[in-house]
C-alpha cells in the first residue's frame, strides 16, 4: 500500500518565477493538505482540499494557489516566487469528511529560491 | 489565538527516558498529535491521543494530557540512537476541519 508521494524531490527556481508540486494521497484517502516547513520551524497550514475544492486556508498570500483532481491528487502552485518562499513543502492526506482523520505526511518537496 | 509552544532541545542518554514537553493554547482542541521527522525527510505519525483521554501508552510511546493546564508530554522509554529526531506536537486548529497547528520542534538527541 503506497503512501502519499510528492514530485518532485527538490527544485530550484529564481524569484519571480512560477512553480507547481505534485501529490498523490494515500490509498484510500480522499482529502488533502499542504503545508510550508521554513527551516528549523513547524509546519504551516496552507490549505485543504475535499472533493475537488478548497475549503479551508491559512494565512498564506493569493499567490498559494492548489487543485485537487478527480483521483483525489493534488497540485499546489505558487506565483511571483520570493526568497522566502524556499522551504519543504509537505502533503498531507486523510480519509472521510475530514473532522477526526489522522493525517498522513509524504516526504515533501524541498523548493529553493534562489 | 492558535500557539503551540515546546522546548527546541533535549540530550538524553541511551536506554534512559525521553519526556517532550508541549503546551498549547486552543482548549476546544479535540485531538493532539505527536510527529517525528528524521533528517531530510518528512513527517512520521507517531501517536495521538483524544481529549477525553488522560493517558495514551503505545509499546515504548506514553502521552500524557493534562487538559486544564493544556499541557501534553511525550515520553519514550528506554531511548535508542534510531529515536533521535525532530518531534513535533500538533493541536487540530479550529474550523471544523483537521487543519493541524504545529509547534516548532524538538530536536533529541541521544548520545550512549
Known amino acids: 500500500d503506497a503512501g502519499v508521494t510528492q514530485s518532485p524531490t527538490h527544485l530550484i527556481k529564481t524569484r519571480g518565477q512560477q512553480v507547481t508540486l505534485r501529490c498523490s494521497p494515500k490509498?484510500?484517502?480522499?482529502?488533502v493538505s499542504w503545508y510550508q516547513q521554513a527551516l528549523g520551524q513547524g509546519p504551516q497550514f496552507i490549505f485543504q482540499y475535499y472533493e475537488e475544492e478548497e475549503r479551508q486556508r491559512g494565512n498564506f498570500p493569493d499567490r498559494f494557489s492548489g487543485h485537487q483532481f478527480p483521483n483525489y491528487s493534488s497540485e499546489l502552485n505558487v506565483n511571483a516566487l520570493l526568497l522566502g518562499d524556499s522551504a519543504l513543502y509537505l502533503c498531507?492526506?486523510?480519509?472521510?469528511?475530514?473532522?477526526?482523520?489522522?493525517?498522513?505526511f509524504g516526504p515533501g518537496t524541498r523548493l529553493t529560491v534562489l | 489565538g492558535e500557539d503551540v509552544e515546546q522546548s527546541l532541545f533535549l540530550s538524553v542518554r541511551e536506554g534512559d527516558s525521553s519526556v517532550i514537553n508541549c503546551t498549547y493554547t486552543?482548549?476546544?482542541?479535540?485531538?493532539l498529535y505527536w510527529y517525528k521527522q528524521e533528517p531530510g525527510a518528512g513527517l512520521q505519525l507517531l501517536t495521538y491521543?483524544?481529549?477525553?483521554?488522560d493517558m495514551k501508552q503505545d509499546q515504548r510511546l506514553t502521552v500524557l494530557l493534562n487538559k486544564k493546564d493544556k499541557h501534553l508530554s511525550l515520553r519514550i522509554a528506554d531511548t535508542q540512537t534510531g529515536d533521535s529526531a525532530i518531534y513535533f506536537c500538533a493541536e487540530k486548529g479550529p474550523g471544523g476541519y483537521n487543519k493541524l497547528i504545529f509547534g516548532a520542534g524538538t530536536r533529541l538527541a541521544v548520545h550512549p
Open positions: 486552543d482548549s476546544s482542541s479535540t485531538y
Open positions: 498531507a492526506s486523510s480519509s472521510g469528511q475530514g473532522y477526526t482523520d489522522t493525517q498522513y
Open positions: 491521543i483524544f481529549s477525553n483521554m
Open positions: 490509498s484510500g484517502h480522499d482529502t
